[in-house]
C-alpha cells in the first residue's frame, strides 16, 4: 500500500524514518561502491610481483601499469555527476558495476601487458564514478538526523574493501604455496587474484536493482509522485511528503550550477581557498600512504620477508586502517578537524622518519636483501603507526574539510578540482615508488617524512576550522 503525507504506516519510533532498517540498508547498498572503490585500490597489491614476472618488466614500466587505474578513476569521477544527473544515480551505480566485473575478468586474462593496462584503466573509471555517485546518493536519500552516520559508511566500506582485498590475496597466495605466480584453477595465483573481484562487483549490481532512485533525482524528471513514495520510506514519521517535495524542488530551482570560472580569482589564478582544497588533497596523497596499500607486498619482500608473511603483514596495516577510521569518525566532531589533522601529521612524519631509518639498514641486492632483526622490527611497527595516524586523521579528515570549507556558489566545482589533484598525486606517487625504491628505499622515505612535516605548518596557517559551523557560514 502507499504510503503518502494523509495515510501513514504505524510509526516504530518517535523522529524516525518508519523504516529504519530499509534506510540502514539503502546507505549500505549504494556504499557497497565505497567497498569496491577500497577492493580494487588495493587488490593489485596482491598481483605486483607476478606482473613484473609474467610480463618481464622494470620498475618503471610496472610503476606506469599499476597507476593507470588512478588516472581512470580521474575521468570517472569527472563524468560521473553529469551522468547521474542525465540517467539517475542508479543507473550510474549499474554502470559502475559492469565496469569493476568487466575490469575484473579482463585483467584476470590479459595477453598483454597493454591489455592489462586498458582493463586497469576501465576498473579506474569505475572507481572514479563510485568514489562520487555513492556519497552523493547517501546524502540525497538520507534523513537529516542520521545523514552524517550514514555518509560514514562510505569511507568504512573503502577501508573494509581494502582489508577484504588483502585477506582474499592472502589466502589465495597460500593456496599457491607463496608464489604469486603458482597454479591455481588452471592460471596463476595473481590472475585469479585479480579476477575474484567479479564477486563484489555482481553484489553491487544487484543490490543497484534493489534499492530506490533518488528523491531529487525523481522530481528533476518530473515525477514528483514516485519520489514522495521514496521519501515516505525515508523520512521521520510525521513528514509532510508535499512540502518536503516542494522543498526539494525549490532548492533546486534557486540552486547555481558552478563551473570552473567561479573559481578564478585572487593572486594565482584560482580563489584562496580552491588552493587549499587543492594543498589538502595533494597533502593526503605527497605522505605515501598508498604506498602501503599498493606496495606492501613488494615492500616486504625487498626487505627480506617471506612472500607469505609480507601478505600477512599487509593484510594487518588493513585492519589497523579500520581501527583509525572508527576512531576518527568518533572523535572529528568532538576535537575538531584541525586538532585532530595535526596529531595525524606529527604522528606520521615521527613513525616515517623511524621506517626512513630502518630502511637505511637494508643489505643486499636483487633477491638477496634483508634487514637485521631489530630494523625488521622496528620498520613494520612504523609502518603500521604511519597507516593508523594517517587513518585516525588525514584519511578522513581530508573528506569532511573538502565537503564543508567552501562556499555553497561554489562547492560542487571547487570539490572536482580538489578531487582531481587528489587523483592526480595519487597517480604520481604510485607510479613513481617502483624506481623510487631501487633508487634509495630510505630516501624514499625521507621524501614522505618532508611531506608530512610541511603540513603542519600547512594546517596552522591556511586551513580552516568548519567544526560547528553551518555550510552557509562558509565564505
Known amino acids: 500500500m502507499t504510503v503518502t503525507s494523509t495515510e501513514k504506516a504505524e510509526p516504530s519510533a518517535p523522529g524516525r524514518p518508519p523504516h529504519l532498517t530499509f534506510v540502514i540498508f539503502i546507505a549500505a547498498s549504494a556504499a557497497m561502491g ?43 569521477a569527472m563524468i560521473a555527476g553529469r551522468l547521474a544527473d542525465r540517467i539517475g544515480r542508479l543507473r550510474v551505480m549499474q554502470l559502475a558495476a559492469v565496469l569493476f566485473a568487466a575490469s575484473a575478468i579482463g585483467s584476470m586474462l590479459p595477453f598483454a601487458l597493454w591489455d592489462l593496462a586498458i582493463w586497469r584503466t576501465l576498473g579506474g573509471v569505475a572507481i572514479g564514478m563510485a568514489s562520487v555517485i555513492a556519497p552523493a546518493y547517501i546524502a540525497e536519500v538520507a534523513p537529516a538526523q542520521y545523514r552524517g552516520r550514514l555518509a560514514s559508511f562510505q569511507q568504512a566500506a ?52 534493489r534499492i530506490p532512485e533518488s528523491p531529487r533525482y525523481l522530481i528533476s524528471q518530473d515525477r514528483a509522485e514516485d519520489a514522495k513514495r521514496v521519501l515516505a520510506q525515508v523520512e521521520p514519521e510525521g513528514t509532510d ?20 570560472r567561479d573559481l578564478t580569482g585572487g593572486r594565482f589564478g584560482l580563489l584562496p581557498i580552491v588552493w587549499i582544497g587543492i594543498g589538502l588533497s595533494a597533502f593526503q596523497q605527497l605522505v605515501g600512504i598508498n604506498v602501503i596499500f599498493y606496495y606492501s607486498s613488494s615492500l616486504w619482500q625487498s626487505v627480506g620477508i617471506d612472500p607469505t608473511g609480507s601478505f600477512f603483514y599487509s593484510f594487518t596495516t588493513s585492519i589497523i586502517n579500520i581501527v583509525g577510521t572508527v576512531i576518527a569518525i568518533l572523535f572529528v566532531d568532538r576535537v575538531g578537524r584541525k586538532p585532530l589533522a595535526l596529531v595525524g601529521s606529527a604522528g606520521m612524519a615521527l613513525s616515517l622518519g623511524t621506517a626512513a631509518w630502518a ?11 634483508s634487514l637485521p632483526d631489530t630494523q625488521g622490527a622496528v620498520a613494520l611497527v612504523a609502518a603500521h603507526s604511519f597507516v593508523l595516524f594517517f587513518a585516525l586523521s588525514w584519511g578522513v579528515v581530508v573528506w569532511v574539510l573538502l565537503g564543508e570549507m567552501f562556499p555553497n556558489r561554489i562547492r560542487a566545482a571547487a570539490l572536482g578540482v580538489a578531487a582531481g589533484a587528489q587523483w592526480v598525486t595519487n597517480w604520481a606517487i604510485t607510479a613513481s615508488f617502483p624506481a623510487m625504491s631501487e633508487w634509495n628505499l630510505s630516501g624514499s622515505y625521507m621524501i614522505y617524512t618532508a611531506f608530512a612535516l610541511l603540513s603542519i605548518p600547512f594546517i596552522l596557517k591556511w586551513v580552516p576550522e568548519t567544526k560547528g559551523k553551518a555550510l552557509e557560514e562558509m565564505g
Open 158 to 209: 573503502i577501508v573494509l574493501g581494502i582489508a577484504c582485498s588483502q585477506l582474499v590475496n592472502f589466502g589465495l597466495l597460500t593456496l599457491a604455496d607463496g608464489d604469486q605466480r603458482g597454479e591455481l584453477l588452471g592460471l596463476e595465483a595473481w590472475q585469479i587474484m585479480l579476477g575474484i573481484e567479479v564477486v563484489p562487483a555482481l553484489v553491487y549490481g544487484l543490490l543497484a536493482l
Open 34 to 76: 565505497g567497498f569496491l572503490f577500497g577492493y580494487d585500490s588495493a587488490v593489485i597489491n596482491g598481483a605486483v610481483e607476478g606482473i613484473r614476472g609474467r610480463f618481464s618488466v622494470g620498475d618503471t614500466t610496472l610503476g606506469a601499469v599499476i597507476a593507470i587505474a588512478l588516472l581512470g578513476a580521474a575521468l570517472g
Open 359 to 369: 630502511f637505511s639498514f637494508k643489505t643486499g641486492t636483487g633477491d638477496d636483501v
Open 241 to 260: 511528503l508535499d512540502a518536503e517535495a516542494a522543498k526539494i524542488a525549490a532548492r533546486m530551482r534557486r540552486e547555481h550550477k558552478p563551473s570552473l
